[in-house]
C-alpha cells in the first residue's frame, strides 16, 4: 500500500493547492528558460531566413544588426563577380515605430531585392511582392490583414500578402517591401528638403566665378543627383557555389579595403554573444532565484507535513514498520508533489506560450534538465522531513 | 513446563527515569512470567508504572535493569541485547492496542488493518482479504472503506483490535483499551480479548484501572508505586 498516495488522497484540496501553487512557480521557470531561447530564436531570425553565407557590411562594423553600416548598393555587382560566389543580393533594414490606432506600432522593415533572395521566407495568406513599388508582405505578428494600407515615408503601401513569425533581433515583426521601396523610405527626403538643398547647392555654385553656365547646369546636375541618391543599402548578402571556399571568397572582398565580409557563423557569434549575453544572465539569475524558492517552499511544505504526521510516524514505528517505509511516504510525497507541479507548470505554459508578448521556445532538452533538477531538489527537500521523522521516538505514538 | 514455553518471562525489571536527584523509580524488580493464551489484567491507580511495564515489555521504552524474554527469545538483558532488531520484534511478536486508538488518520479501517499485514511481508491481495476477514469477524464488514474519523470510538477500538491481531502476535499488549469507551462498548472489548486469548493463545497484557472490567480474567497483577504483586502461576502450571 503507497502511504503517500493515501495521505495525498486523503488530504487532496490541501495537495491540489500547494501543487498549483508550486506548478505556478516551475511555470514561471520554464517561461523564463522559454524566453531565453526565444532571444535567441528571435536575435537569428532574420539571419536563419536569409541562408547567405556571406553577410558584406561597412568596414569597421559589426554589421546592420549591431550599428549602422551603409554600402553603396552597387558593390553587389563586384560582389557577384568573386569566383565562388553564386548569388549576391543587397538588403536594407530599418526599425521604425509608428502610431497605429493610438499606439505606438514597432516594426522592421526589411527591403530586398525582388530577384535577389533575402524576402519572406513563406507566404501564408496572399501573395508575394509582385510589383516594384507599394506593396509590402507582413508577419503574422504585425497583425494587419491583407489589403490594409500603412503609410511609411511618403507613400502609402498596401499587404498583399502575411508571412510567418519573422521578427527583429528585439523582437519586433518584420515587414517585407521591395528594395527601392526601402530605400526610399530610409533615405528619400521630402520635397522641401530637395528644394532647399538644391537652393544652397545653387547658392554655392554662383559663388564659382570662373564656372561657365554650361559646367554649371553639368555640376548641378550631377552634385543634386548625389545629394538625392538613395542607391544605398545595409548589407549584401552572398551564397556561394557548391564547393567554393568561403575564407578565400572573404579575403578577396577584405583586400578591397572598404567592407568587411562576415560569415554566417561571425554574424551570429554578433547576434547572440553581444545582443543577449546580458538578458540571458539576467534570466539564468531569475531562474536560480525562484529554484531556490521553490526548494525552500518544498522543504518547508515537507517538514510541516512531517511535522503534522508524527503521531502517525510513530504508530507505524511502534507496529515495527521499516525505516524505509517511512522514508519512502515521505520521500514519495516529496517527489509526487515535485512532479505534479512541474506537470502543471508545463500545463499552464503550454495554454499561454503563444499569448506572450515575446516568443517562447520550449526545448526538450531544457524540460528535461529542469525535471531533473526538481526531482533532486524534491529529494533534498524531503532530508528535512526524513532527519525528523527518524528521529520520532515510537513511545510518542503512546500519548493522549 | 519449561522457561522455553512461556509467552513474557520478566525478571527483576527495572527502570529508571532520568538520573541523580531527579530520578524516578518506575518500576522496580518485576518479576513473573505469562504463558501463551492466558489473559491477565495489570491495575493499579495512575502513575504506578503500568504503562512503563508495558512499554518495557513491548520494546518501546528500554529497561534499566532486568531481563525480558518473549516467546523465547532474550531481548531485555540490563538494557537491550545488543544488535536486537526491536522493529523486527515489534511487528513479528507483538500487538498494540492503546487507549487512544492510534488508527492512521488517512487510511481507512481495513487499510489501517493492512498496513500491518504488508510491514510484515503479506501480499496486498491477501492483506486486502485479511484485513476484510477480520474486520467482518470484529463486526465491521460493513466500515471497511470508513476513515477512523467516521468510526464510533468502539468501532476505532476494534479496528485497532484487528489491527494488534492482524499477525497473529504471541503477545499483545493493551494499555487501557476501555478508557475511552463507555462501560457497554468497554465489556464488548474485554470480552474480545478475551475470546481472542484462547483462540489465537495469544498472552494478553491488559492494563487497566477499571475494577469492574476484570471479570473472567485468567490473573490480576497489581502494582503499586512501581512494585508489582501478582499471584503465581497455579502448581500444576508451572
Ligand atoms: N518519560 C518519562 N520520564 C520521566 N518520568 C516518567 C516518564 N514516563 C513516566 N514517568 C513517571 O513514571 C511513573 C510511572 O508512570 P506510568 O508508567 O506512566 O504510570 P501509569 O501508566 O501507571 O499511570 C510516574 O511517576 C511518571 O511520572
Ligand atoms: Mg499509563
Known sequence: MNLAVRDIRYHLGRFILTSVGLGLLLGVVMSMGGIYRGLFADALAVLNHTRADIWVVQQDTNGPFAENSRIPEDIKYRIKGVPGVAQASPLSFETLQLERGGRPFRFFLIGYDLNGFGGPPVITAGRNIRQKHYELVAAKGMNMALGEKLHLGLHDYTVVGITGKVVSSSGDPAAYVSLSDAQDIQFKKDNDAIRSDRARIDANLSRIQTLSPTQTKFLRQNVAAIAESTHTVNTVVARLAPGADLSQVKERINRWNHFRPLSEEEQSRILTKGMIEKARMQLGLFRIILLVISAVIISLIIYTSTLDKIRVIATLKLIGSPNRVIVGMILQQSLLMGVIAYAIGYLLLLMTYDKFPRRIVLEPFDLRLLLAIVIVICILASFVGIRKALKVEPAEALGG | ?238
Not at chain 2, 43 to 52: A, E, H, M, R, V
Not at chain 2, 127 to 152: C, F, Q, T, V
Not at chain 2, 154 to 160: D, L, N
Open chain 2, 1 to 238: 513446563m519449561d522457561r522455553m514455553s512461556y509467552a513474557i518471562e520478566v525478571e527483576k525489571l527495572t527502570k529508571i527515569y532520568g538520573r541523580g536527584e531527579t530520578a524516578v523509580t518506575a518500576l522496580l524488580d518485576a518479576t513473573f512470567q505469562v504463558k501463551p493464551g492466558e489473559l491477565v489484567a495489570i491495575l493499579g491507580p495512575s502513575g504506578s508504572g503500568k504503562s512503563t511495564l508495558l512499554t518495557a515489555i513491548g520494546l518501546i521504552n528500554e529497561p534499566t535493569r532486568g531481563r525480558v524474554v518473549l516467546d523465547g527469545a532474550l531481548v531485555a538483558d540490563g538494557g537491550w541485547v545488543a544488535g536486537i532488531d526491536l522493529k523486527r520484534l515489534r511487528r513479528e511478536k507483538l500487538g498494540f492496542i492503546f487507549q487512544a486508538h492510534n488508527l492512521i488518520p488517512f487510511l481507512t479501517a481495513q487499510e489501517n488493518v493492512m498496513v500491518a499485514l504488508e510491514i510484515n511481508r503479506v501480499s496486498r491481495h491477501d492483506a486486502k482479504i485479511r484485513a476484510a476477514e477480520l474486520l467482518g469477524s470484529l463486526n465491521l464488514g460493513r466500515r471497511l472503506n470508513n476513515y477512523p474519523s467516521a468510526l464510533s470510538g468502539g468501532e476505532a477500538q476494534r479496528v485497532a483490535i484487528a489491527r494488534a491481531l492482524a499477525n497473529v502476535p504471541k503477545v499483545i499488549l493493551a494499555d487501557e483499551p476501555t478508557a475511552a469507551l463507555d462501560t457497554e462498548n468497554g465489556k464488548n472489548v474485554m470480552a474480545l480479548l478475551k475470546k481472542l486469548a484462547v483462540e489465537n493463545s495469544s498472552a494478553i497484557l491488559v492494563v487497566t484501572h477499571d475494577h469492574r472490567m476484570v471479570e473472567g480474567f485468567d490473573r490480576i497483577f497489581e502494582v503499586h508505586d512501581g512494585r508489582i504483586s501478582c499471584p503465581p502461576l497455579a502448581e500444576g502450571e508451572r
